[in-house]
């Protein structure tokens, strides 16, 4: 390395030190989002006390993850990036996309970002801004300038990327490409005279009401649940279990993968984690057994997916916000000046039926296999469960994953509580979780195998009973009381054992930097899309996208055709976040207007998406089993193994638009 190299690559080690310092110490807040958001729920429904000025907190915790952990994100590969084509060019043409990509893409977006979000700031400021509610927070002004301070971050990490850009490489993000495209259209439009450049400075209020809106708050706290539980292992124990349970049975060890991965989709909603551990489990086991290795290798990939469906899915989250904006649209063309809402429960209500349905599919599909050819899912002799130990091991690994899952979609669903608060207690059921088998193992060291499942059975059915007669007698207080005092107790004693105090401070901390990582890339994405969308929308395309649509043959049916079909070819290329942030604001509001009923369109959505993780040439699925298949499983045997899960999938897309009922019937029975 010469000397100039030896400088940049100094230069570009510090501009990073700078965004990795920051966003480890800004994933805390993560955490801190939980805890104050959770303290905010007990005083609300155990003491009757609401104060504002800590709802505001978690509000503030939230958006300053995003935005000051952005540059880290981007520093540490939590964006997707676009690299088949880009890792088959040499050295020195991955520079020149490098640079290129930096300052077309990025440099726009940060430039237009601290331009506008310096006005934003200091109309903010002048008027000496607080909360517009009485005993909320001061200083409102200062949140809103971490918009530039967002913007300087990623400036930092482009500078950095752009120094590197002659010793080692990378692809350009999409997160930057995708406001960075709409900002060179926006300067193309207005040198035509087709597009007013002011449009763009009212991208910060946009920014504003997406990082202060309390739905969306909802998706960190589950990224922060999904984590805590995948960091905690309780999928293995799950596997372990169920494949001891169903393993003597013809295609067992197939069924227990369905069936965990339906479990851990309702408690963790995270892809890439169920996959991979999948991967690492049941797909060594399923090998050894002698399964079809197209078979095993699609049948993780397709079970691991099924938390795009499954409620809490966060991407029903994120439709929801969206289709409740272009619901209202629609309502108020047709003069419905009163419109009716759209909610996070209608959806994950919407989605329980069909999400069970394809998880069945997939059972029956099994099975069949299992049936027409017996070698292809052979059993697994001598390894089942008998007697007593079925019974502990079912209580000490599914009862607690069953308890959390029931805690938050039905405490959604039956409208006890919002998404936001459910998510909280959620996030910390998880840490309980976490706690509790890390404190089984540490003491349990020294015991025997049978002694430490004998203890966790009589703790788990003692809890159970304790949370049970407290919801009969006391109600939600009851519950959320005995939750505190389990965590307080849990904590107390973590923190007097001082291997185990290390060991579960450094888990939350990996936990914490995880939830930032994915949360900054989903908001990040779903910021840059406001910009498409934005420019898309003034440049006349929602006018050309409705003509179309609105001229299909078929009307609303062929319409909906046109755009499920769209998705569906999207979804070899593009992530569900890009999809439904770049499709759905365009799509919906017409199709709405159109008459399409907004819960079954989402459930429709949902579905569509879920096949983006399986399609290749960017299934995400398809790289994450890659990644920790073993050497005798080629790329090719996954591609192919994945072929009659899409076409499942399709089959339940086919019976929802059939049978629109499998969508509607429990939000129409829980909520009119």
Known sequence: MDKTDSRLERLAARLEAVNRRVGETVAWLTLATVLVCFATVYLRYALGVGLIWLQESYLWTHALVIMLGSGYALLSGGFVRVDMIHQRLSARAKAVVEILGTLAFLAPFVVMLLRSGWDFFLASWRMGERSAYEGGLPGLYVLKGMLMVFAV?????????????????????????????????????????????????????????????????????????????????????????????????????????????????????IVGATVITMGLISLPAMLKAGYDRRLATGLICASGSLAQVVPPSTVLVFLAVILQSAYSQAQMAQGNFA????????????????????ALLYAVWIMLIAFLRPSSAPALGGHGLAGRGVLRRIVNNLLPALLLIVAVLGSIMAGIATPTESAAVGAIGAILLAMIRALGEHFGREWTPERVETVMFRFWTGFVTLTALAGATVGGVGVLTLLLVVLLAGCGVIAATSPLRATFVAMLREVSLSSLLITCMVFTLFLGASVFSLVFARLGGEELVTHFLSNMPGGEIGALCVVMFVMFLLGFFLDPFEIIFIVVPVAAPILLTMGVEPVWLAVMIGIILQTSYLTPPFGFSLFFLRSVAPKEVSTADIYRGIVPFVGIQILCLVCVWAFPSLALWLPGLIYH
Do not use: K
């Open 153 to 269: 971050m990623l400036a930092i990490q482009g500078l950095a990327m752009l120094t590197r850009a002659l010793i080692t490489l990378s692809g350009t993000p999409r997160t930057a490409a995708l406001p960075g495209t709409a900002i060179l259209f926006a300067l193309l439009g207005s040198a035509l005279g087709r597009f007013d450049l002011s449009y763009l400075t009212s991208l910060p209020m946009r920014y504003w009401g997406t990082l202060t809106n309390d739905v969306l708050i909802a998706v960190p706290l589950f990224v922060f649940m999904g984590v805590m539980l995948e960091r905690s292992r309780i999928a293995e124990s799950l596997l372990d279990t169920m494949g001891r349970l169903f393993g003597e049975l013809r295609g067992g060890l197939g069924l227990s993968t369905v069936l965990v991965a339906a479990l851990l989709a309702a408690s963790t909603g």
């Open 339 to 358: 419109p009716d809402t759209l909610s996070v429960g209608d959806l994950f209500a919407g989605a329980f039926i069909p999400g069970l349905l394809i």
